[in-house]
Nanobody, 128 residues
């Protein structure tokens, strides 16, 4: 059974950095990954989305230039490097995966509906 497990969250001061990891297991088919987050009282929002069609990682405007998603295929791991963190980045961060063919062009609000596989989330708290 396909499974995603996030780690790397924690408490960090504003301006600091964290790197989240998402280990994929049981994926006996090609997949692409994405990151999402959900702050208290808010809806889940897309953070990053990889489109195999144009070989491009798309980012939400709120994190563009500060966050970077990368993949280590040998380790079946997807990373989210987060720099210059702000208090408004505080949220539970989730990784998600799906077979290639994801259309990221609709923007972050449309990404969540594209994914069937989700991790359990990891908490990121940024203090001011």
């Amino acid at each position: 059974e396909a499974h995603l497990a996030e780690s790397g969250g924690g408490l960090v001061q504003a301006g600091g950095s964290l790197r989240l990891s998402c280990v994929a297991s049981g994926f006996y088919f090609p997949y692409v990954a994405a990151w999402f987050r959900q702050a208290p009282g808010k809806e889940r929002e897309g953070v990053s989305c990889f489109s195999k069609g144009d070989n491009t990682t798309h980012y939400a405007d709120s994190v563009k230039g500060r966050f970077a998603m990368s993949t280590d295929n040998a380790k079946n791991t997807v990373y989210l490097r987060m720099d210059s963190l702000k208090p408004e980045d505080t949220a539970v961060y989730y990784c998600a995966a799906e077979v290639p063919g994801i259309d990221c062009s609709g923007g972050p609000a449309s990404w969540a509906s594209e994914y069937d596989y989700w991790g359990q989330g990891t908490q990121v708290t940024v203090s001011s």
